[in-house]
């Protein structure tokens, strides 16, 4: 079954620039989606297509997919912007394929 | 504005059977290039994809759970289903519905999610 990794955690200082990865096989001929996640929330959509925001996501947040690995950065990151990032992608074999998710902490 | 709402029993017997409902307001079931989906995340744990539904009623499941995997589809209450057959504890979730778009060959992904229900299973 066709499988996407992502750090456990990653840390940022407010106002910098934070980059998460997600990895799998040709993850690059796929698009990739990215998820954030606060405590006792829903996931909300903040990338999709590798690179696309939905209305009210900000341009701080940008994607990029090639190879095996797709990545999440976010700009001028903010406190606000604490949580769990979840990558998606779809697969043949095995439909929707969600990351174990990537902890960010602005510290 | 899209919502999705599930509802459903909040404790499940082991080996029973998990029946969830999705009510969807403030748009269509019928929208071409969307499906309908659910996903579980377990207490303090990743997401899970369960299963999508289109409003024709042709699925996608989970290969590891579609064993015991139904979900359907009411287009005249506007709503989607989740079956989930002999769970055991490691069933015990948070499961969401979701709208997913899907247009081949690979866009897929979800934009409105529910609150999401916590079930629990125990006897």
């Known amino acids: 079954s066709y499988e996407l990794t992502q750090p456990s955690s990653v840390s940022v200082s407010p106002g910098q620039t934070a980059s998460m990865s997600c990895s799998g096989a040709?993850?690059?001929?796929?698009?990739a989606s990215w998820y954030r996640q606060k405590p006792g929330q829903s996931p909300v959509l903040v990338i999709y297509?590798?690179?696309k925001r939905p209305s009210g996501i900000p341009e701080r947040f940008s994607g990029s997919n090639s190879g095996n690995t797709a990545t999440l950065t976010i700009s001028e990151t903010q406190a606000l912007d604490e949580g769990d990032y979840y990558c998606?992608?779809?697969?043949?074999?095995?439909?929707?394929?969600f990351g174990g998710g990537t902890k960010l902490t602005v510290l | 504005q899209l919502q999705l709402q599930e509802s459903g029993p909040g404790l499940v017997k082991p080996s029973e059977t998990l029946s969830l409902t999705c009510a969807v307001s403030g748009g269509s079931l019928t929208t071409t290039n969307y499906y309908w989906g659910w996903i579980r995340q377990p207490p303090g744990k990743g997401l899970e994809w369960i299963g999508s539904?289109?409003?024709?009623?042709?699925?996608y499941y989970n290969p590891s759970l579609k064993s015991r995997v139904t979900i359907s589809v009411d287009t005249s209450q506007n709503q989607f289903s989740l079956n989930l057959t002999s769970v055991t504890a490691a069933d015990k979730s948070i499961y969401y519905c979701?709208?997913?778009?899907?247009?081949?060959?690979?866009?897929?992904?979800?934009?409105?999610w529910g609150l999401g229900t916590l079930v629990t299973v125990s006897s």
């Open positions: 979701a709208r997913m778009w899907l247009k081949r060959p690979k866009e897929y992904f979800f934009d409105y």
């Open positions: 998606q992608a779809w697969d043949g074999s095995t439909g929707v394929v």
């Open positions: 539904i289109s409003y024709t009623g042709s699925t």
């Open positions: 040709r993850l690059g001929n796929k698009y």
């Open positions: 297509q590798d690179n």
